[in-house]
């Protein structure tokens, strides 16, 4: 148990639609990081906050927002699905401390956009 | 987005053999790390490199920084059924900076009892 809580572990809805994802990263990190996977492109980046502030932006679709409240814990918003969304979203933190890449994954939220 | 060369893609081997896998880069890395995902999971670091030329042991499992800082390998030695998952390498590309996390596509490792 890495300590990095996502919900919901199993999502599918259709194309159009909205959903948004949670995490809970572990008690203590102040690092949020929203990972895509995806069969034949592995893990790509979508956005990182630290401490309620967006920190670095990867390979994130407009359609695509995220925040991080107060509490630490942050949301990923998903919206006008396309099949194409559909894959895994991890959700990951890092220690304050860390300055090394060395990330603490959530068992992720697999999305199906029928 | 950038991403590095990792290979083999996937292996399939017998229980007790030896593994090697390996990654490159054009750019030059701080840090490698090397992370395994068993199905259904998240990745889970394994080991980390800081320095070219490190050379660290988590049990079976040894990695090295390479020497150019462009280049990594991970072996498992006397491979087990629960060696199964993919094992990804990723390449930090400044130190304190955990957003510039470059990833390998990930090698499948099977494992025959």
């Known amino acids: 148990d890495s300590g990095v809580t996502q919900t919901p572990k199993h999502l599918i809805t259709a194309t159009g639609q909205r959903v948004t994802l949670r995490c809970s990263p572990r008690s203590g990190d102040l690092s949020v990081y929203w990972y895509q996977q995806s069969l034949d492109q592995g893990l790509q980046f979508l956005i990182q906050y630290y401490n309620g502030e967006e920190r670095a932006k990867g390979n994130i679709l407009e359609r695509f927002s995220a925040q991080q409240f107060p509490d630490l814990h942050s949301e990923l918003n998903l919206s006008s699905l396309e099949l194409g969304d559909s894959a895994l979203y991890f959700c990951a933190s890092s220690a304050p401390s860390a300055n090394t890449g060395e990330l603490f994954f959530g068992e992720g939220s697999r999305l199906t956009v029928l | 987005g950038q991403q590095l060369n990792q290979s083999p893609q996937s292996m399939f081997i017998q229980e007790g053999e030896d593994v090697s896998m390996n990654c490159t880069s054009s750019s030059i890395f701080n840090t490698w790390l090397w992370y395994k995902q068993d199905p259904g999971e998240g990745p889970v670091l394994l080991i980390a490199?800081?320095?070219a030329g490190e050379l660290t042991s988590n049990g079976r499992l040894t990695a090295q920084f390479g020497i150019t800082r462009k280049d990594s390998f991970l072996n498992i030695s006397a491979s087990i059924p629960s060696d199964v998952g993919i094992y990804f390498c990723?390449?930090?590309?400044?130190?304190?900076?955990?957003?510039?996390?470059?990833w390998g596509l990930g090698t499948s490792l099977a494992v025959n009892p």
């Open positions: 990723a390449g930090q590309l400044s130190a304190g900076n955990n957003r510039k996390l470059i």
């Open positions: 490199l800081y320095k």
